[in-house]
């Protein structure tokens, strides 16, 4: 679960917070989402560190809600409790040859050079020439810049020392990157893409024919009403002249040197829509992938892609599914929306159950980045502090952890507390500094559960 207690500490001077998280280790996302050449965006754990070091948080790792506890039990137990669970399915394609081997998600690949305990079977073969991605947003852009980036400029980083092994033998010379829609309509941001523009010994190859008439729309009226709005939002606007610049100028000298002596080389194909994974001669591998060509219809938000009959097939040896996130349910007893991949709620209380919210993906859907989470988080604690000063919670003593830790110890289940998880970080800190990294990441919970003599 994640944390809210920062806020609640200020608000709520008397509130004991406890987390129950089912990976070891905490940090989630941040731990095993957030690419390893992004240290900077990692320092969000500071903040988490010093929450969980006050005397009225505690961390209980290794602990699986749903699996080793039941939520009926937790609200049993505890005033308010707060599902905080993320979205940890990846959106299907749904289309022919899927499960060959040589197609995974986006989320597994980054699961499996994060460290996820989960993904470390993977083993991605990256024998091809080129890999083709099925998504434009950040996290394919992660992947693709982690595919193309010289191994050596990972090596200091805390990427898993088996995924940095792999890379180093990749023959992964080509990525493209492919989109339903057209430039306009890319979810990436525009740091993410002037990191691709710059990748050392990498060129991006855009074909200008997708931006013609981009020009227009940029300066004036059209652009307006294309998009519904009265003014195009500036990340927007900046983020479509830097991908026009990249498509249609010709580039400065330095530039111009860079691109010409790149071994390798990503892409954005526009208006294509996934349609099969074809198999390779002998069926043990993908091929490449068959794309119906599209077009757009309709305006502004509410812009599709619609076939054109025209198909056309894109070689490759490795595909990467990444057109989003899906929540699981987590226990029968409370409410899931399958369609949406939600659990039902009103400003993060969950709906008919009073006493149990939610936040984060789970509340909302899996969009937005750390920032937007950790807001949407703040909210709904807010939510529960007003219902709480409103009498709407129970009023009585609850026996909180004491009576959660004695469930668990009646099934078998050890949990890790804060101090155990700081023993792991000294340990991989340790494991690391014979490399130059900043940690080596423990992958195997029962290793980690072993030196912590679980």
Same mark, same amino acid.
């Given at each position: 679960?994640?944390?809210?207690?920062?806020?609640?500490?200020?608000?709520?001077?008397?509130?004991?917070?406890?987390?129950?998280?089912?990976?070891?280790?905490?940090?989630?996302?941040? #731990?095993?989402? *957030?690419?390893?050449?992004? =240290?900077?965006?990692? +320092?969000?754990?500071?903040?988490?560190?010093?929450?969980?070091?006050?005397?009225?948080?505690?961390?209980?790792?290794?602990?699986? %809600?749903?699996?080793?506890?039941? $939520?009926?039990?937790?609200?049993?137990?505890?005033?308010?409790?707060?599902?905080?669970?993320?979205?940890?399915?990846?959106?299907?394609?749904?289309?022919?040859?899927?499960?060959?081997?040589?197609?995974?998600?986006?989320? &597994?690949? $980054?699961?499996?050079? +994060?460290?996820?305990?989960?993904?470390?079977?993977?083993?991605?073969?990256? /024998?091809?020439?080129?890999?083709?991605?099925?998504?434009?947003?950040? *996290?394919?852009?992660? *992947?693709?810049? !982690?595919?193309?980036?010289?191994?050596?400029?990972?090596?200091?980083?805390?990427?898993?020392?088996? &995924?940095?092994?792999?890379? #180093?033998?990749?023959?992964?010379?080509?990525?493209?990157? %492919?989109?339903?829609?057209?430039?306009?309509?890319?979810?990436?941001?525009?740091?993410?893409?002037?990191?691709?523009?710059?990748?050392?010994?990498?060129?991006?190859?855009?074909?200008? %024919?997708?931006?013609?008439?981009?020009?227009?729309?940029?300066?004036?009226?059209?652009?307006?009403?294309?998009?519904?709005?009265?003014?195009?939002?500036?990340?927007?606007?900046?983020?479509?002249?830097?991908?026009?610049?990249?498509?249609?100028?010709?580039?400065?000298?330095?530039? @111009?040197?860079?691109?010409?002596?790149?071994?390798?080389?990503?892409?954005?194909?526009?208006?294509?829509?996934?349609?099969?994974?074809?198999?390779?001669?002998?069926?043990?591998?993908?091929?490449?992938?068959?794309?119906?060509?599209?077009?757009?219809?309709?305006?502004?938000?509410?812009? #599709?892609?619609? =076939?054109?009959?025209?198909?056309?097939?894109?070689?490759?040896?490795?595909?990467?599914?990444?057109?989003?996130?899906? /929540?699981?349910? !987590?226990?029968?007893?409370?409410?899931?929306?399958?369609?949406?991949?939600?659990?039902? +709620?009103?400003?993060?209380?969950?709906?008919?159950?009073?006493?149990?919210?939610?936040?984060?993906?789970?509340?909302?859907?899996?969009?937005?980045?750390? &920032?937007?989470?950790?807001?949407?988080?703040?909210?709904?604690?807010?939510?529960?502090?007003?219902?709480?000063?409103?009498?709407?919670?129970?009023?009585?003593?609850?026996?909180?952890?004491? @009576?959660?830790?004695?469930?668990?110890? /009646?099934?078998?289940?050890?949990?890790?507390?804060?101090?155990?998880?700081?023993?792991?970080?000294?340990?991989?800190?340790?494991?690391?500094?014979?490399?130059?990294?900043?940690?080596?990441?423990? $992958?195997?919970?029962?290793?980690?559960?072993?030196?912590?003599?679980?």
């Amino acid at each position: 679960m994640e944390d809210k207690s920062e806020r609640s500490d200020r608000q709520h001077p008397q509130a004991h917070v406890d987390i129950y998280e089912k990976q070891p280790v905490p940090f989630g996302l941040v #731990r095993f989402g *957030v690419a390893p050449d992004h =240290p900077e965006v990692k +320092n969000v754990i500071n903040t988490f560190t010093q929450t969980a070091h006050s005397g009225r948080c505690a961390f209980w790792g290794n602990v699986e %809600v749903g699996r080793d506890v039941t $939520v009926p039990e937790l609200r049993e137990a505890y005033h308010a409790v707060v599902l905080s669970y993320g979205a940890e399915d990846h959106r299907a394609l749904e289309i022919p040859g899927e499960e060959l081997p040589g197609v995974c998600s986006a989320r &597994a690949f $980054v699961g499996w050079y +994060n460290g996820l305990p989960e993904n470390q079977e993977l083993k991605p073969d990256l /024998s091809c020439d080129t890999a083709v991605i099925l998504g434009q947003g950040n *996290v394919a852009l992660d *992947v693709a810049r !982690i595919l193309l980036t010289p191994p050596e400029h990972l090596e200091k980083t805390d990427i898993t020392k088996a &995924a940095l092994g792999v890379l #180093r033998q990749s023959q992964v010379k080509t990525v493209w990157l %492919v989109g339903r829609r057209g430039p306009l309509q890319v979810a990436f941001t525009i740091k993410e893409l002037r990191e691709m523009i710059q990748l050392p010994g990498t060129r991006p190859i855009l074909d200008p %024919v997708d931006f013609l008439g981009l020009q227009d729309r940029l300066k004036g009226t059209a652009w307006r009403q294309s998009t519904m709005l009265t003014e195009v939002p500036r990340p927007r606007k900046r983020l479509m002249e830097l991908l026009l610049r990249t498509a249609m100028e010709k580039p400065g000298r330095e530039e @111009a040197a860079h691109w010409a002596s790149a071994s390798r080389a990503w892409g954005l194909r526009f208006f294509r829509s996934p349609q099969q994974v074809l198999p390779s001669p002998d069926g043990r591998g993908a091929a490449g992938v068959r794309l119906a060509v599209t077009r757009l219809e309709g305006v502004g938000e509410a812009t #599709r892609a619609v =076939p054109t009959g025209v198909m056309e097939d894109l070689p490759c040896g490795l595909v990467l599914s990444s057109i989003g996130y899906k /929540s699981r349910p !987590i226990d029968p007893s409370v409410p899931f929306d399958s369609k949406l991949g939600v659990i039902p +709620n009103v400003e993060g209380r969950v709906t008919d159950v009073p006493g149990l919210y939610c936040s984060g993906w789970v509340k909302r859907g899996p969009t937005g980045v750390i &920032a937007t989470t950790m807001t949407d988080s703040f909210l709904t604690g807010q939510t529960l502090l007003q219902d709480l000063k409103a009498g709407l919670l129970p009023s009585g003593p609850r026996p909180g952890s004491a @009576a959660i830790q004695a469930l668990l110890s /009646s099934r078998g289940v050890q949990p890790v507390s804060f101090s155990d998880w700081e023993k792991l970080d000294a340990e991989e800190v340790a494991r690391g500094q014979s490399t130059g990294k900043p940690r080596e990441k423990l $992958v195997d919970p029962q290793e980690m559960l072993c030196l912590l003599g679980h």
